[in-house]
């Protein structure tokens, strides 16, 4: 890169600059299709991928922990208020 930039006759930092904003945007809802193809109902299906789904999460995110913890917290509450602590006992055994 140094010697593109001293025949170019720029800083270095400024080529650098002008090479990483040549590099092509990828969004993740462009599809994985390579161009190939494929026989089989299988291949309807891969057509519809899109980079999102292959790094997309499968685990549970934040929301759902809260939300989760939200509902143990207001189920807690009602047991304490309705239930009598024989039948509190029961519920929270099981």
């Known amino acids: 890169m140094s010697e593109l930039s001293s025949v170019m006759e720029i800083p270095v930092k400024k080529l650098k600059l002008y090479s990483d904003a040549a590099r092509p945007i990828l969004s993740l809802s462009s599809p994985l299709n390579s161009g190939s193809s494929k026989s089989g109902s299988s291949a309807a299906v891969d057509s519809e991928k899109t980079l999102g789904d292959t790094i997309a999460c499968s685990r549970e995110g934040p929301e759902s922990h809260a939300q989760a913890e939200c509902l ?23």
């Open 72 to 94: 143990r917290i207001d189920l807690g509450k009602i047991m304490e208020r309705g239930l009598s602590v024989p039948e509190r006992k029961v519920l929270e055994v099981s």
